[in-house]
Nanobody, 123 residues
Framework: QVQLAESGGGLVQAGDSLRLSCAASGRTFSSYAMGWFRQAPGKERQFVAAISWSGGSTYYADSMKGRFTISRDNAKNTVYLQMNSLKPENTANYYC????????????????WGKGTLVTVSS
């Protein structure tokens, strides 16, 4: 059993940056690959980024490459999503997730979900 809690969302202007955090508890954090997903109002949930259990490998959705960066600190049981050059279309509820491997997480298969944190980007 793993509990995930996202934080760091808020209201920003286009071009600004945010860093989201996801704190894990309940089981060994380093045993899981982690990922970030988002769901905009009226839209389906979509994959953003994933990272391996060791942090040595990462994978991004094509639309996120070059602007978003996923990282993790296993000593703090925390995964991060650094978001730069934000655009209004990035407005969404962002969720973190834990799964068996980076490939499985990126494909939408995971064991645990957080409740999300809202990011709103104004023009």
């Amino acid at each position: 059993q793993v509990q995930l809690a996202e934080s760091g969302g808020g209201l920003v202007q286009a071009g600004d940056s945010l860093r989201l955090s996801c704190a894990a508890s309940g089981r060994t954090f380093s045993s899981y690959a982690m990922g970030w997903f988002r769901q905009a109002p009226g839209k389906e949930r979509q994959f953003v980024a994933a990272i391996s259990w060791s942090g040595g490998s990462t994978y991004y959705a094509d639309s996120m490459k070059g602007r978003f960066t996923i990282s993790r600190d296993n000593a703090k049981n925390t995964v991060y999503l650094q978001m730069n050059s934000l655009k209004p279309e990035n407005t969404a509820n962002y969720y973190c997730a834990a799964g068996r491997s980076m490939v499985l997480v990126a494909g939408g298969s995971m064991d645990y979900w957080g409740k999300g944190t809202l990011v709103t980007v104004s023009s």
